[in-house]
């Protein structure tokens, strides 16, 4: 089960496929999902998708919110928050503004996280100063100032 703090992050569960069941096909859920099964093809939910330690999601995943603790193969794309938890499996790609990996989770795919926000460093915080480059200034704290 989600920790605490996950628990609190979750919308109203109202759909779930418990083990020993197994649904194929295009699945729409309001609201949230859990996964003590099995599903294969496309699901979405327009909140929070928990994979059981047991479950397994072989799909093109699109929520709000993941807590992944079993197997999720394919494409995840979550427009908040992806928390694999420590004996989880993702193979396959996924796109979420906050990703969180606990030891002993298995990621094998490309990621895509954060805000979106594509500018290059430099233009988001300010000028990035290199050690060893000659002529350094030692940062105030402030991002993009610097002390003589």
């Known amino acids: ?17 418990g083990k020993g069941s197994a649904f194929e096909g295009t699945f729409q859920v309001e609201s949230s999902i859990r996964v003590d099964g099995v599903v294969r ?34 494409t995840l794309e979550a427009s908040n928050k992806v928390v694999l938890e420590s ?18 989770a298995v990621f094998r795919g490309k990621s895509e996280s954060g805000d979106g926000d594509s500018r290059p460093v430099e233009e988001r915080v300010g000028p990035v100063h290199k050690a060893g480059s000659g002529g350094e200034k030692a940062a105030s704290g402030a991002v993009g100032e610097t002390k003589e």
């Open 1 to 17: 089960m989600a920790r605490d703090g996950a628990k609190r992050e979750i919308g109203a569960m109202n759909t779930v496929i």
């Open 41 to 74: 093809g496309k699901l979405t939910a327009s909140d929070t998708l928990v994979v059981g330690k047991e479950g397994e999601v072989k799909a093109d995943v699109k929520v709000k919110n993941a807590i992944v603790g079993g197997k999720l193969i394919g």
């Open 87 to 104: 004996r989880s499996l993702l193979l396959g790609d996924l796109k979420a503004k906050v990703l969180v990996v606990a030891e002993g």
